[in-house]
């Protein structure tokens, strides 16, 4: 288990319930879920429609960066890769022909 997730496992409420999930029952996968969606609710009732837009907002930015990660791997690559697939494709002439 890495560092940050063993963090993340001792804040109060969100990291035990993830903690749960992770390492409890095998039920306790859907009661994590049961719990997210019921504070979505919550949340929705408490607040309205700010909530619901600032939710929103936040999840289009968690898309954007998803793709960006998804689509610049060669970016953070480095130039092993690309040489190594340049070779690869570089046509050989038939000797003898």
Do not use: E, S
């Amino acid at each position: 288990m890495t560092a940050l997730a063993n963090v993340f496992f001792k804040v109060p409420v969100i990291g035990w319930l993830a903690r749960d999930a992770v390492h409890g029952r095998d039920d306790a996968k859907y009661w994590f879920v049961f719990n997210f969606a019921v504070t979505f609710v919550v949340m929705t009732w408490t607040f309205g429609y700010p909530f619901v837009i600032v939710y929103a907002l936040t999840m289009t930015a968690c898309g954007i960066l998803g793709l960006i990660v998804l689509t610049a791997g060669d970016l953070f690559d480095g130039d092993k890769r690309r040489r190594r697939r340049a070779a690869a494709a570089a046509v050989k002439p038939r000797k003898g022909l």
